[in-house]
């Protein structure tokens, strides 16, 4: 291995610069950030700039193959890297490395660390054993035996926080992986929560995420009383944050319970994000949702009519195995008659190690390719009509800062999770104020302040 000339003094990390690299989901994203809090703990600062990085770390997913085989691709790229600077440390870690583990040495040697999902707390020691050491390390455990400690974050945004409230699924739906990568459910212990908000609250955040792969299921493993909707009154407490939001809910577990808090609440936003995947019976069953659509139905009629200015947003997955013209049509319906504010759709893609991957009557991509099409436009029709039904109103924005494409134009969410642009003003990043929607567009509004 090309690490003879590594330093050994446990001050290696002193004026030398990290890289992250992050693929996937929110989770993965809070990963990538405790990660660097580890970092930060050894000397070393963050670099946007590739080349002048001394350690990269590849924070992988693999929830579908596409994905998987452009991050392989990554991974080779770096090789390039490693042969100019001989002791630049490449690490690869989350899901793909729990699935993959040893498999990653023997398709890109020039990895020096793998870890995995459950083993992000050790990126510490493990640095400094493979500085000592001079050779590769693999540290990826099958399950962990218990939650891991807190570690030292940096968090990306300076308005906004991920907090993470349980981790694992249990729910096991014929096309994830997730559960065999991230393990079953475990849910942190409410203090340890509440602490984090309030310390996040007293860092001048003003919005926190509350995450899970199921939050709705936060609580049924552990030895405390209390569910999601406890924890979430708890954390509406907290008055130094202005906005709560959280995610992902499984359908199955929402509640009324949840449902009331979120009406009495005065900081948890009004957006319920309900991945209900397909609009037939026949497929979600394939899926092992664990719901039919007069389930799901009923429960946005419930939300509707205990939160009428709510907005409800949703994922669907096209051409599942066995979905046939007559199946996806329902989906179609379905979408008509329910009208999300959005829908997050993905062209179903098999994932080797899940049941549906094997499953017959496999939708040509083709096919596939054309719903999704379909799919898109009655989405974005329905989109289109409930935004522009806000033109006229003024509604409450959390700064967020400058629009990525237009550095005069500011942007912000608004609590049912809508992105607005307005004019740069003397707003400041973090405050909340109220824009007047002038204009509707399928995904954002426009605006100006409100006096």
């Known amino acids: 291995m090309d690490a003879l000339n590594r330093d050994t003094d446990l001050n290696y990390g002193q004026s030398r610069k990290y890289h992250i690299i992050t693929y996937g989901c929110q989770m993965n994203e809070n990963d990538s950030e405790r990660l660097a809090g580890q970092l930060r703990g050894l000397g070393y600062s963050s670099t946007d700039q590739i080349e002048q990085a001394d350690l990269i770390l590849i924070n992988t997913c693999c929830v579908r193959e596409s994905a998987e085989k452009k991050i392989y691709g990554k991974i080779g790229e770096l090789k390039r890297l490693k042969t100019v600077n001989?002791?630049?440390?490449?690490?690869?870690?989350?899901?793909?490395?729990?699935?993959?583990?040893?498999?990653?040495?023997?398709?890109?040697p020039h990895v020096d660390l793998v870890m995995g999902t459950h083993n992000v707390h050790q990126l510490t020691d493990l640095i400094k054993e493979i500085s000592?050491?001079?050779?590769?390390?693999?540290?990826?455990?099958?399950?962990?035996?218990?939650?891991?400690?807190?570690?030292?974050?940096?968090?990306?945004?300076?308005?906004?926080?991920?907090?993470?409230?349980?981790?694992?699924?249990?729910?096991f739906c014929t096309y994830c992986i997730v559960p065999y990568v991230r393990g079953r459910e475990r849910s942190r212990p409410l203090a340890?929560?509440?602490?984090?908000?309030?310390?996040?609250?007293?860092?001048?955040?003003?919005?926190?995420?509350?995450?899970?792969?199921?939050?709705?299921?936060?609580?049924?493993?552990?030895?405390?009383?209390?569910?999601f909707a406890d924890l979430l009154a708890a954390v509406d407490k907290v008055e130094t944050i202005a906005r709560i939001r959280y995610m992902t809910s499984h359908p199955r577990d929402?509640?009324?319970?949840?449902i009331a808090v979120i009406k009495h609440g005065q900081r948890i936003c009004e957006h319920f994000h309900l991945p209900v995947q397909s609009g037939s019976d026949i497929v979600l069953q394939r899926m092992n949702r664990g719901y039919t659509t007069e389930y799901y139905r009923k429960l946005v009629e419930k939300i509707r009519s205990e939160i009428p200015h709510a907005s409800i947003t949703t994922d669907i997955i096209v051409g599942f195995p066995g979905e046939t013209d007559e199946l996806f049509m329902q989906t179609l319906d379905f979408v008509r008659s329910i009208r999300f504010d959005a829908a997050y759709t993905f062209l179903y893609s098999p994932r080797s190690g899940t049941p549906a991957a094997t499953m017959p009557d496999q939708v040509p991509l083709a096919i596939k390719k054309q719903r999704l099409q379909q799919l898109?436009?009655?989405?974005?029709?329905?989109?289109?009509?409930?935004?522009?039904?806000?033109?006229?109103?003024?509604?409450?924005?959390?700064?967020?800062?400058?629009?990525?494409?237009?550095?005069?134009?500011?942007?912000?969410?608004?609590r049912t999770n809508k992105i607005v642009l307005w004019n740069r003003g003397k707003e400041q990043i973090g405050q909340l104020i109220s824009v007047r929607v002038l204009k509707a567009q399928t995904w954002l509004l426009k605006g100006e302040v409100a006096d």
């Open 254 to 258: 929402m509640n009324a319970k949840v």
């Open 132 to 171: 000592q050491s001079r050779d590769r390390v693999l540290a990826v455990w099958d399950q962990a035996e218990r939650l891991a400690p807190d570690v030292p974050t940096v968090r990306k945004s300076q308005v906004s926080a991920w907090v993470p409230i349980m981790y694992g699924c249990n729910n």
């Open 86 to 108: 001989p002791n630049l440390l490449i690490g690869v870690t989350g899901c793909l490395s729990q699935k993959d583990r040893d498999k990653i040495f023997t398709k890109a």
């Open 192 to 227: 340890d929560i509440l602490a984090e908000v309030r310390q996040l609250g007293t860092e001048g955040f003003k919005e926190i995420t509350l995450l899970g792969q199921n939050v709705n299921s936060y609580g049924k493993d552990g030895e405390e009383t209390i569910d």
């Open 376 to 414: 898109m436009a009655v989405q974005n029709e329905i989109s289109l009509a409930i935004n522009e039904a806000l033109i006229g109103q003024t509604v409450e924005v959390l700064v967020e800062g400058p629009s990525k494409n237009d550095p005069d134009k500011m942007m912000g969410r608004t």
